[in-house]
């Protein structure tokens, strides 16, 4: 059983365009976040949100929109694709906000804009 | 601008050795430092976590020595073994915040040489 799953796990697409990656976790978790990974293995928080609230935004462009249908489920979309947006995209979740709440990763989307 | 700096880089040890990672911050907000580890195609792993009232904490081979006055705290690997060959990111997160608030530092690669 994947405790966080995350679809596609690799995305080739073009300067310009809009595309989503899909994440869901199992694990009955209220807290989700979304993470950037450079190419210098630099990892960033994008996104927090905590049943299905969207409680941090750490200056992520207005061409990422986060949503979160249920608290199983957060997406993200990408408009006007940017070749700075390439890298690897983590999804994770915790039972709760706050400390001693640990994450769990799940494998990562790499993004290729070409 | 990068609140938590970490070093070395890379790290090649031999099998048996001791894995010496280093990490220092500045913000004396900080209240919590989780160490992750991260397999090449994986998602990072919680590996061990330490808060500012204890000095040193050990779970197995792994062991965090924290030093408060000097905002610095390491990750200390004993009897290194191959199958710990990963990149190794420690973070920090304020007090009052949790992981929607972590910050990571630049990651180190070990490698473990037979």
């Known amino acids: 059983d994947t405790a966080v799953s995350q679809t596609p796990k690799y995305l080739v697409t073009q300067m310009g365009n809009d595309k989503s990656i899909k994440c869901e976790q199992n694990l009955g978790h209220d807290t989700m976040y979304w993470y950037k990974q450079d190419s210098k293995k630099f990892l960033k928080i994008m996104f927090s949100y905590n049943n299905k609230e969207l409680i941090i935004n750490e200056t992520v462009p207005n061409r990422f929109s986060p949503k979160s249908p249920d608290k199983a489920h957060l997406n993200l979309h990408i408009n006007s694709l940017e070749l700075g947006d390439s890298a690897v995209y983590f999804c994770a979740s915790s039972q709760d906000q706050g400390f001693g709440y640990e994450q769990y990763f799940g494998p990562g989307t790499r993004l290729t804009v070409t | 601008q990068q609140q938590v700096k970490q070093s070395p880089q890379s790290l090649i040890v031999q099998k048996g050795g001791i894995s010496i990672i280093n990490c220092a911050y500045e913000n004396t907000a900080f209240d919590y430092f989780p160490w992750y580890q991260q397999f090449p195609g994986k998602g990072p792993a919680l590996l061990i976590a330490?808060?500012?009232?204890?000095s040193e904490k050990k779970e197995g081979r792994f062991t965090i020595s924290f030093n408060k006055s000097a905002k610095q705290f390491s990750l200390h690997i004993m009897d290194s073994q191959p199958g710990d060959s990963a990149t190794y990111f420690c973070a920090a997160s304020p007090v009052n915040f949790g992981n929607e608030k972590l910050t990571f530092g630049t990651g180190t690669r070990l490698t473990i040489i037979p």
């Open positions: 330490i808060r500012p009232d204890v």
